[in-house]
């Protein structure tokens, strides 16, 4: 069952039809005006990718742009991007390393001296 929408040339707002079967389907109309002048968009679609096929577009150069590892935040931004693509929450556990980090504590909870 396609979902279709149609952007209406009289009152210009978008409209989505369900279209429960092919044959037996009236011509398009605008929910909000009621209009026949409509044209159809191409909508925006989703494929899923494999593991391997995540991992490998992670990988390119393009992913570390804007990346500094000496900075807390910006590990923890690429940290967080990094766990949104492999669909992951990872918020939490860089949170916490992050405050791990900032308190200048280690894994062992000893701290770090100069």
């Not at 149609?6 to 707002?13: G, I, L």
């Not at 005006?33 to 490998?56: H, I, M, N, T, Y």
């Not at 916490?96 to 000893?110: F, T």
Request: aromatic share 6%.
């Amino acid at each position: 069952m396609p979902i279709y929408e149609y952007f209406c040339r009289d009152c210009r707002k978008r409209s989505t039809l369900l279209v429960l079967s092919l044959a037996s389907s009236a011509a398009p109309a605008c929910k909000h005006c009621g209009s026949q002048s409509v044209d159809r968009l191409l909508s925006r679609f989703s494929a899923p990718k494999s593991e391997e096929a995540r991992l490998e577009s992670l990988s390119g150069p393009d992913n570390f742009d804007g990346l500094d590892e000496n900075d807390p935040e910006s590990v923890s931004r690429f940290m967080k991007h990094m766990g949104d693509e492999m669909g992951e929450d990872a918020e939490q556990d860089v949170e916490a390393m992050m405050d791990s980090a900032d308190s200048g504590a280690s894994d062992d909870g000893s701290t770090d001296s100069l």
